[in-house]
């Protein structure tokens, strides 16, 4: 187990599954139609999707094609939210969190470039998979439970600029993927992969 997987597993998310599920109803409850919340929250769903997906394959040409998958809808959303939410988030007062985040994010994309490294027939990748789930999941479980929050209430930010700089963000990484491209149902559906 690499130092990286160590420091993965020694912050297992202490939140339930229910509790994941909780703070991201409550977190959608607080969101507005196209809003800069209801992005992330929607990329959120879209990560979770592709993790899944992740899990769920055995063929090795289909590990590799939902990895990249996975990494474009990640990454995408880690550029935007370094790009403009962490930065507002800092702005409003929120310098520790924005500090813890920007770390988690760059451990989750050092991880997610060793899987790519790995071959997708080893018993390794799914456990790497797996690590880079658990980290995430609780990454996201702290945005939806706190640190959104904070932000939607103390930004300081025209949440109309938030939402179009972050839209901005992800679309120039990943494009113009849409939530109902990279759901659960989607992922076997060989038209929503992108080309």
Request: hydrophobic share 40%; with cysteine; aromatic share 6%.
């Amino acid at each position: 187990m690499s130092i990286l997987d160590r420091a993965l597993a020694a912050v297992t998310p202490p939140e339930s599954e229910k509790d994941r599920a909780e703070a991201s109803r409550n977190a959608r409850a607080l969101a507005r139609p196209g809003d800069w919340l209801s992005l992330a929250l929607d990329h959120h769903d879209m990560i979770r999707a592709a993790l899944d997906a992740c899990r769920r394959t055995r063929d090795p040409a289909d590990r590799a094609e939902t990895l990249k998958r996975l990494a474009q809808v990640l990454i995408g959303h880690a550029q935007a939210e370094e790009a403009v939410l962490y930065p507002a988030l800092d702005r409003a007062g929120e310098r520790g969190d924005a500090g813890r985040a920007y770390g988690e994010q760059i451990g989750a994309k050092v991880h997610l470039a060793e899987i790519e490294r790995l071959e997708p027939t080893s018993d390794n990748w799914r456990e790497k998979v797996d690590h880079l789930r658990s980290a995430v999941l609780h990454h996201i479980y702290q945005e939806e439970n706190d640190w959104f929050l904070k932000l939607r209430e103390e930004a300081e930010d025209d949440p109309v600029w938030l939402a179009d700089r972050f839209r901005e963000e992800f679309e120039r990484y990943a494009g113009s993927i849409r939530p109902g491209q990279m759901s659960a149902a989607a992922w076997s559906r060989t038209e929503a992969r992108p080309h």
